[in-house]
């Protein structure tokens, strides 16, 4: 019951974005829509992934490389905060299996590996993102 409101609450979130941001890739010159306004709640990056991955509409959590194109044009696109969001690339499973995802601060700009697995309580922003060739 708990996912099916979770998942009732993200759409009426996406619904309420409002009017998103089409951004250029510098380095490969693909276009991406970007919603105007984070999740309303931080999550974990292991339910992030899941509701990311039942969105409809192609909306999806961005890559390592698409977050950092959110924060090279976070002035054009606005509404981001200066705290950590989460991407969907994973960084490294260690010996112990543990696994990483890629984060970045919003404040400064940079990123790392942060152990999801072992610290997985951790609630992060997310901003979703979609393929601006993406038909429904």
């Not at 509404?79 to 984060?103: L, N, R, V």
Request: hydrophobic letters at 40%.
């Amino acid at each position: 019951m708990k996912n099916l409101f979770l998942i009732f609450f993200l759409k009426i979130s996406i619904c309420l974005f409002g009017q998103s941001t089409i951004i250029v890739n510098q380095k490969n010159g693909k276009k991406l829509e970007v919603a105007k306004s984070d999740l309303a709640n931080e999550m974990t990056w292991n339910t992030a992934k899941k509701v990311s991955e039942k969105l409809e509409a192609g909306w999806r959590m961005p890559t390592r490389e698409e977050l950092n194109e959110l924060y090279l044009n976070k002035d054009e696109i606005g509404g981001f905060q200066h705290k950590y969001y989460w991407s969907t690339s994973e960084y490294a499973i260690d010996k112990y299996k543990y696994g990483k995802a890629w984060i970045q601060n919003f404040k400064h700009g940079y990123q790392f590996g942060y152990d999801f697995a072992n610290y997985g309580f951790h609630k992060l922003k997310v901003r979703l993102v979609k393929d601006v060739t993406f038909v429904n």
